[in-house]
């Protein structure tokens, strides 16, 4: 065993100096004790002091790992066998489970997923320490209690293979794409729909993209389901502007699935990593699917961002209601606003929400929203937080309470600023990245005292996090 501090063991930190003696070559095989899970679900052990990541297995277990990858500060390697299970190891629902993204944590047991996502923040905030890091009161992850059939949302590539249409996901670090007619994780509403398209498809004998050729049409299918109203928007990705054979395949979808109320083509030619491209028209039906959050009613064109997890999002927001303890005289900013749902659920509550984002359809949806609900006392406007807040804040209207919801990379240094500049009493900050929200704390802990974080497992199955902390302005 080591003795040195526990700190520099955290993948978070692969500051360790590698020892310059480990000579290793790919394809060689050890055993391996795992010590904990990082970051993205993959076991971590430890070769001679250099550090060995592992997809698959569990803390504690020992496994015989065979080497694919040999890089100066680390190495990357796959199981061969395991020799000692975890008590918490258990057979996946998903037979794809450890060959496509998505099904990293499915092999654990979903009481060890809840714990590894408390573990998660605890880990960046002993990396990053900020002020009073160790007194921070870490709550137990609120989990599902059925961990599955979550995600609103399915996006599947399509492709013929040897003369075969498989529409699923691709294998991890390939090209190859496999054919998923089940997927646990998906909303079996989303799955009903893509099947069955998959089954027009080529009954129809519509044309598929190809991607070798960079030829042929559709590309990608894009069904998303409303949670609460069960109505099903489609959408088709295609290489092509033209879409031969699309009016009998309308016609089918009507007659096959009635679940689903709009059906669009989004223009996307060529060979690229994106999978949505600029243009979407609509091809037939509704403009709009609507989904209600906390008695509020959304609409969501098909590009609008919406969480994945219906169930899971509602306790997030629920979660912020409370840690905002919101006043009706409070100014509310929804920062990073998304198509307005947090600022939304919440003006109710507050004198009045200013929001900003940075995507203008979103804001023009955020309006319509507001519109919709007959909220009058919130407003949406296109451009940075960093920019905003400042400007607002400069011509007299001071913010008291603040929800900021940043993307990954976390809060930009600009708004740390603003935000310690002028100290908005209630401050919650919903973050999907543990690291960099670790990160943010060190500053914003000067001022704020961190009540709580609360982790919401927002994402069964897969080591994504989603949390929320209360901040509350020191005396
Ligand atoms: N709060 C929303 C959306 C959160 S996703 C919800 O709960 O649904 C984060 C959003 O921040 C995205 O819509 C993204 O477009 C937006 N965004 C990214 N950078 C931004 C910035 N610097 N200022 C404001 N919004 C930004």
Redesign the pocket.
């Known amino acids: 065993m080591e003795n040195k501090k526990k700190k520099s063991y955290r993948p978070y930190s692969h500051k360790r100096s590698t020892p310059k003696d480990v000579l290793v070559k790919v394809g060689q095989k050890f055993p391996l004790t795992i010590k904990r899970l990082g970051i993205n679900g993959e076991g971590i052990g430890y070769y001679k002091k250099k550090i060995v990541f592992v997809p698959g297995v569990l803390p504690n277990e020992v496994a015989v790992v065979k080497v694919t990858e040999v890089s100066p500060k680390f190495l990357s390697a796959k199981v061969m066998s395991i020799r000692e299970k975890s008590p918490d190891r258990v057979t996946p629902l998903d037979e794809h489970a450890n060959i496509v993204g998505g099904f990293e944590l499915e092999h654990m047991t979903y009481a060890a997923q809840l714990a590894f996502k408390k573990d998660v923040i605890a880990q960046a905030l002993e990396k990053f320490q900020p002020r009073d890091w160790q007194s921070i009161n870490l709550r137990d992850t609120i989990g599902m209690q059925h961990p599955y059939e979550y995600r609103n949302k399915a996006q599947f590539p399509v492709r013929k293979i040897q003369g075969e249409l498989k529409m699923g996901m691709y294998a991890r670090g390939s090209h190859e794409l496999i054919d998923l007619p089940v997927v646990h994780t998906q909303d079996p509403l989303t799955m009903t729909v893509m099947r069955k398209v998959r089954d027009l498809l080529e009954k129809q004998s519509i044309s598929i993209y190809n991607e070798e050729k960079n030829k042929g049409t559709v590309k990608t299918v894009v069904a998303r389901a409303s949670q609460t109203s069960g109505q099903v928007q489609l959408t088709f990705v295609t290489n092509t502007d033209g879409f031969p054979g699309d009016s009998e395949l309308i016609q089918a979808i009507q007659k096959e699935l009635p679940q689903v109320v709009g059906i669009f083509q989004n223009y996307n030619p060529g060979r690229t990593s994106l999978v949505w491209g600029d243009e979407t028209i609509k091809l037939w039906g509704q403009d709009y699917i609507e989904e209600t959050i906390l008695g509020k009613t959304f609409q969501l064109s098909p590009r609008a961002?919406?969480?994945l997890n219906h169930t899971q999002?509602t306790v997030a927001y629920e979660t912020a209601i409370a840690a905002l303890d919101l006043k009706h005289a409070d100014r509310l900013v929804?920062?990073?606003?998304?198509?307005g749902?947090?600022g939304i659920t919440l003006a109710d509550k507050t004198g009045e929400v200013r929001g900003?984002?940075?995507?203008p359809e979103?804001v023009d949806d955020a309006m319509i929203n507001a519109q919709i609900n007959g909220i009058d006392n919130a407003t949406y406007e296109v451009?940075?937080?960093?920019q905003l807040l400042p400007q607002w804040q400069k011509e007299g209207w001071i913010a008291d309470a603040l929800v900021v919801?940043?993307?990954r990379p976390g809060l930009?240094p600009a708004l740390k600023k603003e935000i310690l500049r002028t100290k908005p009493e209630k401050f919650v900050y919903?973050s999907c990245n543990p690291s960099t929200l670790a990160r943010d704390l060190v500053e914003l802990s000067k001022v704020y005292r961190v009540d709580y974080i609360q982790s919401i497992d927002m994402f069964p199955q897969t080591p994504r996090w989603e949390g929320i902390a209360k901040l509350t302005r020191k005396k």
């Open positions: 961002f919406m969480q999002m929804d920062a990073y606003a998304g198509v749902t947090i900003m984002e940075v995507i979103a451009g940075t937080a960093e919801d940043p993307p930009e919903m």
